[in-house]
Structure formats: structure tokens, C-alpha cells
């Protein structure tokens, strides 16, 4: 199994996980709430690691950060909404500052309103190409 793939597939287990995490859900119990957001840290991490993936072996090389990569997978079509992508990076980034209970809720409601659908959408564009 190529690099490609093999981080395809975890991208995809990522997701699953991720889906998993918003079943069990409580926003009032922060043990749930997180584990949802560890959940989408990794799901954030896999997806962006993945299109770099495929970004290198369609030759282009020097994309080494999130946002880099998030640009060129907007360019390229592999993400319809730059800014929403942008938005993800930029909680993902908060989710280490994360001291107060308002802030993570709303990244949870975030990540179930909005995330979800953008990390399974990238994942049915990246299985097609």
C-alpha cells in the first residue's frame, strides 16, 4: 500500500472515529466533549496530511504547512469552501489554548454543524481523483 493510500485510509478511519465521537456527544459532560475535539484534531491533521500526500505525488513539492496545502486544495477543487477551511484551522489551532467551557462548546458545535460534512465531502474528492 502506497504512502497515498495508507494515509487515505486513515484519513477515512479518522472520520469514522470522528462521526463516532458526535453520536456520543454531551455537551455537558467534558469528558465527551474532549474527546470529540481530540477527535477532530486528528481528523483535521490526517485530512490536511493527506492532500499534501497527493499533492506530492502529482510532483508539487514545498507545501509544508496546513494553510499552504488548504490553498492549493482549494485551487485544485478538492475543497469547495477555503474560508470554512480556514475557520477549521484556526479552531483546530485554539483547541490548544482551550481554558473555558464557552469556547469548546462552540468549537464542538462547530465541528458538528460545520466539520463534519467538510471532512466527508474531502474525503469523497480525494477517493475520486
Known amino acids: 500500500m502506497s504512502d497515498r493510500h495508507k494515509k487515505l485510509q486513515n484519513f477515512k478511519n479518522a472520520c469514522d472515529r470522528l462521526d ?19 477527535r477532530f484534531e486528528f481528523t483535521f491533521e490526517l485530512a490536511w496530511k493527506t492532500l499534501k500526500s497527493i499533492f506530492e505525488d502529482e510532483g508539487l ?6 494553510k499552504t496545502v488548504l490553498r492549493e486544495a482549494y485551487a485544485a477543487g478538492l475543497i469547495v469552501d477555503e474560508e470554512l477551511w480556514l475557520n477549521m484551522l484556526n479552531d483546530r489551532n485554539s483547541t490548544v489554548h ?4 464557552k469556547m469548546s462548546i462552540e468549537i464542538c458545535n462547530n465541528i458538528i454543524n460545520k466539520y463534519a460534512d467538510e471532512f466527508r465531502k474531502l474525503l469523497r474528492a480525494v477517493e475520486m481523483r
Do not use: A, V
Not at 463516532?20 to 481530540?38: A, N, P, S, T, V
Not at 513539492?61 to 496546513?66: A, C, E, K, Q, V
Open 20 to 38: 463516532e465521537g458526535i453520536k456520543r456527544y454531551d455537551e455537558k459532560d467534558d469528558m465527551y466533549r474532549d474527546g470529540l475535539i481530540q
Open 61 to 66: 513539492m514545498g507545501l509544508n504547512s496546513p
Open 98 to 101: 482551550i481554558y473555558d467551557e
